[in-house]
């Protein structure tokens, strides 16, 4: 257990509609990564946030967005799904902002039907 | 930009064989070097890493060496088990520019040891 959770594990939701998953980082942990898992992109950073700011952004669609709140829990909210959305999506955290060891959530997994 | 390439899987070994999974990276400055372990159904472990050129990380009888000159850290192990089944990425973290400390994975390798 790497103490990241994510919620939900699964979520299965149709074309066009919108979905928000949700990260707690570990305990003390300032930095929340989220990457995207699918069979033809592999493994992707969408965006790192650090104690509530955005610092850094992968190759995140624009119909994507995330926040990191005062208690350090972040939320990836996906807009106007398509069925190539369909996707593990991890949550890592880790202690600052860069140089130290990233800690994996279990994922959520997204199907867009 | 940076990037990370590993051996198409899968591979498929019988118990107590030798594992060699090739990784090999592009990168500007001098990344550090991971490879992760996704066991089925699981999230990302890190199983092992190395932070500068020539450095060898090693866990659970893994190991991986940081070869600046030829740009790879191949992951190897002398003896499989069953339970080291799995899919291995290989992964680079580089800090510069707008990157703060994201990680470049592998496609992954999938591991299948069979008894």
């Known amino acids: 257990d790497s103490g990241v959770t994510q919620t939900p594990k699964h979520l299965i939701t149709a074309t066009g509609q919108r979905v928000t998953l949700r990260c707690s980082p570990r305990?003390?942990?300032?930095?929340v990564y989220w990457y995207q898992q699918s069979l033809d992109q592999g493994l992707q950073f969408l965006i790192q946030y650090y104690n509530g700011e955005e610092r850094a952004k992968g190759n995140i669609l624009e119909r994507f967005s995330a926040q990191q709140f005062p208690d350090l829990h972040s939320e990836l909210n996906l807009s106007s799904l398509e069925l190539g959305d369909s996707a593990l999506y991890f949550c890592a955290s880790s202690v600052a902002l860069a140089g130290y060891e990233q800690y994996f959530g279990p994922g959520t997994r997204l199907t867009v039907t | 930009g940076d990037s990370v390439t590993q051996m198409e899987g899968p591979v498929t070994l019988s118990e107590e064989a030798f594992l060699t999974i090739n990784c090999t990276y592009t990168?500007?400055?001098?990344?550090?070097l991971f490879w992760y372990v996704q066991y089925p159904g699981e999230g990302l472990q890190l199983l092992l890493k190395a932070t500068k050129a020539d450095d060898k990380g090693s866990n659970k009888g893994f190991e991986a060496t940081y070869r600046k000159e030829t740009t790879s850290f191949h992951l190897e192990k002398g003896s499989v088990q069953v339970s080291d089944s799995a899919v291995y990425f290989c992964a680079l973290r580089t800090t510069y520019g707008g990157s703060q400390g994201n990680l470049i994975f592998g496609k992954g390798t999938k591991l299948s040891v069979k008894p």
């Open positions: 990168a500007t400055g001098y990344p550090s």
């Open positions: 305990s003390g942990d300032l930095s």
